[in-house]
């Protein structure tokens, strides 16, 4: 995942290089590049973040099993 953020980064850097303005190369980089890539990074680290945050609070997995019904 991290490739395709390091690409989409070069290629928003290279479209902002390439503006006739400051301005516009600024917001290109941003609007572009780091604000979508920030979104896209966000969603797709939902997971990991999940998984960490279980990790760190192992109690509330065991109450989750202790609520569960045995079967």
């Known amino acids: 995942m991290y490739i ?3 690409g989409w980064l070069y ?3 290279l ?7 400051v301005i516009g190369g600024i917001l290109t980089l941003l ?9 896209l990074l ?3 680290g939902g997971p990991a973040r ?3 945050a279980a990790r ?4 509330s997995t065991r109450d989750a099993d ?4 045995d079967r």
């Open 42 to 44: 966000w969603l797709f």
């Open 50 to 52: 999940r998984r960490r």
């Open 15 to 21: 479209m902002a290089l390439t503006e006739t303005s």
């Open 66 to 69: 202790a609520d569960s019904p």
């Open 31 to 39: 609007f572009y590049g780091l604000l979508p890539l920030a979104l």
């Open 56 to 59: 760190k609070n192992p109690e």
């Open 4 to 6: 395709v953020a390091i």
């Open 11 to 13: 290629v928003t850097v």
